[in-house]
Each structure stands twice: as C-alpha cells, then as structure tokens.
C-alpha cells in the first residue's frame, strides 16, 4: 500500500490541528475551503495540504478557519480533511469544526467531466452537537490546460432548524499558463423552504470573486471578494493561504 502522508506532512498537520482548537466556530462551510464550489479532483495518496483563511464582513462578522488534509489510499484514494473556525456573528463568538470525506469516482480530463462524491458534518465544540451533515456531487469540465468549470449539487440536514436544503454551486477556474496566477468565480447556495420571519437571505444566491498568486508549487495566497457567504446579506473579504506537501518518496 502507498504510504499515506510524509512525517513532515503529518506533523504540520496535526500542529494546526491544534493550534486551531483554541479559536474556533460553528459556521462550517460544506466544501472546506474559501472557496465554496468544489472540485473532483483529488490528489495523489501520501500528499497533505493546510488550508486557511480569515474572511471579514461589512457588517462586522468575521471567520477565520484552518482545514489540514491528506490523501489516504483505502482501496481507492480518500481525501480526509477536517475544518476549524472561529467566527463573530451578530457580535457573538461561536466555536465549531467539520469532518470531511471525499473520493473521486471518476477523474476528469480535456473535454470529459469528472466526478467526485464528498461527505461531512458540522460539530458544535462547545457542547459536542452534530449540528449539521451534508452529501454533496461535484463535478468538474477541464475546457483547456488553463481553464475548468465546477458543478456541486447536494443535500443539507439543519439538525438545528430540523430542516432539510438542496445545496448547489458553479463556478470556473481560468490560470496563466505558468500557473503562476489563478481567476476563480464562483455562485453558490442553499435552496429550501424556510419561516416566513427568518432571514430570507439564507436561500438567496451567495458568490465569491477571487485572484490567486501561486509563485511557487507547495504555496498560494488568494484575495477574494464576496456577498452573502454565510446567509446574511453583507460583503465579505478573504485572504486565503494553501501551503502543500508532496507524498514521501518510495
């Protein structure tokens, strides 16, 4: 069997874990990423990524999350990840953190979609409640060598509200040819019934606009502006950083 991650992968992984215990939210995003609309693609087994970011909005509420991953191989290569936030809402802090499973069942390439199936849940920390779950396809057109589009459709279980959303998202990908730099839009949201005095913004469409600098394979930082992220109808800005690290030799 491949090795799963490298020692120096496992490590960097499993500090951030912790480190990222003691600032933490319930306001987990399905894709665990800033960017929302997932791809099919996953890695080689034995490569590892840390994912994070802060998001600040204009009216005041903040997220800043970190999300270590690897690729296993379990049969068939399994990218195992898990979310950590800590985010401001309505000037309260919440704590929270999402588990997530993700195999592609069909890899994409120039001209042919590829699709991936991914699984996760949202635990509030604070008193160890399963708040959430969510199933999700995403399915991803390579167009080019420099240019993809990304379709998720899924399901969403509120435990909370006790209520049930269709979950959707498009978006596309467009790099230089160097990869040095990366354009991504993306549209994205929840669809479902809701009260007549909650917030209605929770079932409106919610997007996000980035740029990404890539100067080096193993790391990116991105900037990205966005509306409506988490269903509450204010402008959000993301700085977003990926450092990566390649399988361990054979």
């Given amino acids: 069997m491949v090795r799963s991650v490298c020692v ?22 399905a894709a665990g990423a800033a960017y ?44 195992l990840s898990a979310q950590f936030n800590r985010s401001r809402a309505d000037e309260a802090w919440s704590t929270g953190a999402s588990p ?15 699709v991936a199936i991914t699984a996760n849940a949202a635990v509030d920390l604070q008193t160890g409640e399963n708040t959430a779950w969510f199933v999700a396809v ?25 209520r049930d959303y269709f979950t959707y998202g498009a ?3 467009w790099r230089t040819s160097d990869n040095v730099w990366t ?9 479902g019934a809701i009260a007549e ?11 996000q606009v980035g740029l990404r600098w890539r100067p080096v394979d193993v790391f990116n930082v991105d900037l990205i502006y966005g509306r409506n992220l988490t269903g509450e109808n204010a402008n959000w800005i993301t700085l977003a950083t990926v450092f990566r690290f390649k399988p361990a030799e054979k």
Avoid at 58 to 77: G, T
Avoid at 144 to 157: D, K, L
């Fill in 8 to 29: 120096a992968s496992r490590v960097m992984a499993a500090f951030l874990v912790f480190t990222a215990m003691a600032f933490l939210s319930d306001r987990v995003y």
């Fill in 36 to 79: 929302q609309v997932d791809t099919a693609e996953v890695s080689e087994p034995g490569s590892c990524k840390v994912e994070s970011w802060a998001s600040s909005a204009s009216n005041h509420d903040f997220v800043a999350a970190v999300s270590p991953a690897c690729v296993v191989n379990m049969l068939r290569p399994f990218e």
């Fill in 100 to 114: 997530k499973l993700k195999t592609n069942i069909l890899p994409s390439a120039i001209g042919r979609w590829g």
């Fill in 138 to 162: 995403p399915a991803t057109l390579r167009l080019s060598e420099v240019m993809r589009i990304n379709v998720n459709a899924g399901y969403q279980r509120d435990r909370l509200a006790a």
């Fill in 171 to 173: 978006g596309f990908d």
């Fill in 183 to 191: 354009l991504t839009g993306e549209v994205f949201g929840q669809a």
């Fill in 197 to 207: 005095d909650d917030n209605q913004s929770i079932i409106r469409p919610r997007w």
